[in-house]
């Protein structure tokens, strides 16, 4: 489907019916990454309304030339949320430079939302200034490795702790495809001039004190998972996970763990919106 917006035409998806969960997929990928590690876990549930949806110069979502940063991303995400699920509150859950994202919703929608999930989530913007661990591989399947174009090796080794056949299928689906179609020459200039909010999203006027999950790879060398530590304090009712054996690609190289504490996320955001719902 699509969203007609102001400055955008926004290619989305819903499964289901209920409560309203917005997925925002990372950089430069698009919805099926964050389909591929959700959906599964909403098979056995029901009453939840799942939004994915592609950023602009991603997926099936082609930029404007009126779109040139993360402000205008953030905007154009507010416009349709507003367009959506008008004055519905609703979670979030987000990966790597959606978490970005999802911090600024949460800045300026700050009441509507009742938790929030990190995936992998970029903290700092700028590279030069994150704290990252060494690059890791810790298991690789030199066969699986052997079977790969050149061009896919390379996507598949830059960003995989664990190199297996099932980490291959899934990163091939959920995000080499997805790496395929983006609008890079969109997205190469925008992450050089416009990647960064030109507000402070953690500059919160008060604690986020809703269900809240953080989910780090031990080994992510993309965004880190030290830098998460310093805005916990934003968030009272966080829990906060560092995986071992976890890259950039937690949700994939930890499928299980992931989903049992996605599920914990759910049940405890279920509590507060049953709280909620009596007042």
Avoid at 13 to 41: A, N, Q, T
Avoid at 121 to 140: C, G, Y
Avoid at 163 to 191: G, N, P, Y
Wanted: proline letters at 4%; one cysteine or more; glycine letters at 4%.
């Amino acid at each position: 489907m699509k969203c007609k917006l102001e400055k955008a035409n926004i290619y989305y998806d819903i499964y289901g019916s209920g409560y309203p969960i917005l997925m925002i997929h990372g950089f430069p990928i698009d919805h099926r990454v964050m389909k591929g590690c959700m959906e599964p876990i909403f098979a056995s549930k029901e009453n939840y309304k799942r939004i994915y949806f592609d950023l602009p110069g991603m997926g099936n979502t082609k930029t404007e030339s009126s779109i040139k940063n993360s402000d205008h991303m953030l905007t154009i995400i507010l416009e349709f949320i507003d367009k959506i699920i008008p004055d519905q509150h609703f979670i979030i859950a987000s990966e790597s430079y959606g978490s970005y994202l999802a911090r600024g919703i949460i800045y300026k929608k700050f009441d509507m939302i009742d938790g929030v999930l990190f995936i992998c989530p970029l903290i700092i913007p700028q590279p030069q200034k994150r704290d990252l661990p060494k690059r890791t591989i810790l298991i690789k399947d030199s066969e699986v490795i052997s079977r790969l174009n050149p061009l896919d090796t390379e996507e598949f080794q830059n960003i995989s702790v664990i190199q297996s056949q099932r980490i291959w299928e899934r990163f091939r689906e959920e995000v080499l495809s997805a790496l395929k179609v983006a609008e890079h020459d969109f997205t190469d200039a925008m992450f050089i001039k416009g990647y960064s909010l030109s507000f402070n999203v953690d500059d919160l006027s008060r604690k986020f004190n809703k269900p809240t999950l953080f989910l780090l790879g031990r080994q992510d060398s993309s965004v880190g998972y030290r830098d998460a530590w310093k805005i916990i304090e934003n968030y009272p009712r966080a829990t906060f996970v560092i995986l071992d054996e976890a890259g950039h690609n937690l949700q994939i190289e930890k499928e299980y763990l992931f989903n049992d504490l996605v599920n914990d996320w759910l049940k405890r955001v279920e509590y507060h919106i049953s709280i909620y719902n009596k007042k």
